[in-house]
């Protein structure tokens, strides 16, 4: 068992309601849960947070995401079960995590465009940079 460095949700109380506000607001995007979900899952899975893993895994199989969408994520680019809009998000997702490597190329970023409006395309960064923000919080602090 790994033990908790620190309880950063009440040694930073305002900080971290104000993360969590942050990503409660996406509920009031326009892009669907199940999408945001995924994201979640597939950044949580780059940054190897056990914690958002069972979390966002938990609610997708909750709300009747497909098993083997599910068990495919982590090779999203070999499976047939993701739409096309889905790929692009997912390609996003990890650019926008793997920034210092990836430098999120036009190509990723012109892909989005053929799925999802400005606002969307805003809203999913949110949701990607929301959390990176929680997984680096997570992981470092052992949630």
Not at 25 to 41: G, N, Q, T, V
Not at 75 to 104: D, P, Q
Request: hydrophobic share 45%.
């Amino acid at each position: 068992m790994i033990e908790q460095r620190l309880y950063f949700s009440e040694l930073s109380p305002v900080t971290y309601k104000a993360l969590v506000n942050a990503s409660m607001s996406l509920d009031k995007s326009s892009l669907p849960k199940a999408l945001i979900e995924l994201i979640f899952m597939r950044v949580s899975q780059i940054n190897g947070c056990a914690f958002c893993l069972n979390m966002h895994g938990k609610f997708l199989r909750e709300s009747g995401f497909d098993d083997a969408k599910m068990d495919t994520i982590a090779g999203w680019r070999l499976s047939h079960a993701f739409s096309e809009a889905e790929r692009a998000a997912l390609e996003w997702a990890e650019a926008v995590t793997n920034i210092t490597t990836s430098g999120t190329p036009d190509s990723t970023f012109n892909a989005l465009k053929t799925h999802f409006t400005d606002a969307e395309i805003s809203d999913l960064t949110f949701a990607i940079s929301i959390m990176n923000a929680f997984n680096r919080l997570a992981v470092s602090l052992r949630q």
